[in-house]
């Protein structure tokens, strides 16, 4: 089993930007590596999602703002957030998925975006 936990969240005026880090406390390389976004009352929907074997597909929403990566010998993946706007805001998860029966959630981290 692998836990996560999400960190580098927090309030930001729009326009900025926040790394979010996911730290894993077992080995991710096997893992697919997926970012998700919860808003208030509304769905978890994916953000960006980094496979195995280093292909990467990004929400039409974040494309050219967003960037996720992977240290693997940290056992780290990150979301680099740039030009932030306030739709963006929403509760962070990280997910490890390797299968139905192996995908692990971190507990989240807040986004803010506000002036």
């Known amino acids: 089993q692998v836990q996560l936990v999400e960190s580098g969240g927090g309030l930001v005026q729009p326009g900025g930007s926040l790394r979010l880090s996911c730290a894993a406390s077992g080995r991710i390389s096997i893992y697919d590596m997926v970012w998700y976004r919860q808003a208030p009352g509304k769905q978890r929907d994916l953000v960006a999602h980094l496979t195995s074997g280093g292909n990467i597909a990004y929400a039409d929403s974040v494309k050219g703002r967003f960037t996720i990566s992977r240290d693997n010998a940290k056992n780290t993946v990150y979301l680099q957030m740039n030009s932030l706007k306030p739709e963006d805001t929403a509760v962070y998860y990280c997910?490890?998925?390797?299968?139905?029966?192996?995908?692990?959630w971190g507990q989240g981290t807040q986004v803010t975006v506000s002036s």
């Open positions: 997910n490890a998925y390797y299968s139905p029966s192996r995908s692990y």
